[in-house]
């Protein structure tokens, strides 16, 4: 089994996820934006962190910030 960073699933989420946030600007709901932005990036996090850990390679979260990771060697 192919990990999720790698191959469809990565593609079909991302536009899920992208599609999210168009739809809640085009409702012109800028919560629903944010909060649909906030999840495609804890999700592309996720993904970014499974992949390093599968490289070997160890990751740090420095904040709660969805976008914040720090390479620790």
Do not use: F, Q
Request: with cysteine; proline share 4%; aromatic share 6%.
């Amino acid at each position: 089994m192919k990990p999720p960073w790698d191959g469809g699933d990565l593609v079909e989420e991302t536009i899920r996820t992208h599609r999210g946030v168009a739809d809640a600007i085009a409702a012109r709901n800028p919560t629903a934006a944010h909060d649909a932005m906030y999840l495609h990036l804890v999700y592309n996090r996720n993904m970014i962190a499974e992949g390093a850990g599968a490289k070997g390679i160890c990751l740090l979260y420095t904040s709660d910030a969805a976008d914040d990771l720090t390479r620790v060697d």
